[in-house]
């Protein structure tokens, strides 16, 4: 019976949030494992945070970024910097994939915003598809360990570490 609500849930179009939210509540409410308000206590408890703000804040800096145009600046400040260097593109895929990931802080926005610019101009200049999306994929992994970082945020949150620390720690690297 579960799984036709769930199913009935996914089917309607509903986002993917409400529809587990909504499959967990009816299966508690079946369960009858605990009373349903220490539940609903447990999770607005869960999501009450601080630093879970950042998470949709970096993601709004992200899509910010994309609409306005500064992933090609960004891209062309890279290729500015070190296009000149033989296998340019490649160091400039790395170079615009540090920059973006220094302000967006997550791989998959670096990813899918500066990726798209980059990918198309490796095509353009000769590149392999194979090669300019492995440089893409691997230049935006960099992300998660320059600072400000969403995972670093996530990550401090979870284990009760500054998140500063955890900040000045990823510069190094």
Same mark, same amino acid.
């Given at each position: 019976?579960?799984?036709?609500?769930?199913?009935?849930?996914?089917?309607?179009?509903?986002?993917?949030?409400?529809?587990?939210? @909504?499959?967990?509540?009816?299966?508690?409410?079946?369960?009858?494992?605990?009373?349903?308000?220490?539940?609903?206590?447990?999770?607005?408890?869960?999501?009450?945070?601080?630093? %879970?703000?950042?998470?949709?804040?970096?993601? %709004?800096?992200?899509?910010? /970024?994309?609409?306005? @145009?500064? #992933?090609?600046?960004?891209?062309?400040?890279?290729?500015?910097?070190?296009?000149?260097?033989?296998?340019?593109? @490649?160091?400039?895929?790395?170079?615009?994939?540090?920059?973006?990931?220094? /302000? $967006?802080? #997550?791989?998959?926005?670096?990813?899918?915003?500066?990726?798209? *610019?980059?990918?198309?101009?490796?095509?353009?200049?000769?590149?392999?598809?194979?090669?300019?999306?492995?440089? #893409?994929?691997?230049?935006? #992994?960099?992300?998660?360990?320059?600072?400000?970082?969403?995972?670093?945020?996530?990550?401090?949150? /979870?284990?009760?570490? $500054? *998140? @500063?620390?955890?900040?000045?720690?990823?510069?190094?690297?």
């Amino acid at each position: 019976m579960l799984k036709i609500l769930f199913l009935i849930l996914m089917s309607g179009g509903i986002p993917v949030a409400i529809a587990m939210a @909504g499959a967990s509540l009816i299966y508690l409410l079946f369960a009858e494992s605990s009373p349903p308000f220490v539940v609903i206590h447990r999770m607005v408890s869960g999501i009450d945070s601080f630093p %879970l703000l950042a998470v949709p804040f970096f993601i %709004l800096a992200g899509n910010l /970024m994309n609409n306005a @145009g500064i #992933t090609n600046r960004i891209y062309n400040y890279a290729l500015a910097l070190v296009g000149w260097l033989k296998g340019g593109l @490649g160091h400039v895929n790395v170079v615009g994939s540090v920059v973006f990931a220094g /302000m $967006s802080g #997550t791989a998959i926005a670096d990813a899918a915003g500066l990726g798209t *610019v980059e990918i198309k101009a490796m095509r353009d200049h000769g590149y392999s598809k194979e090669f300019a999306v492995g440089v #893409t994929a691997a230049s935006a #992994t960099l992300g998660p360990i320059i600072p400000p970082s969403l995972p670093f945020v996530i990550y401090g949150m /979870m284990a009760n570490v $500054s *998140v @500063g620390a955890l900040f000045l720690a990823g510069i190094l690297p």
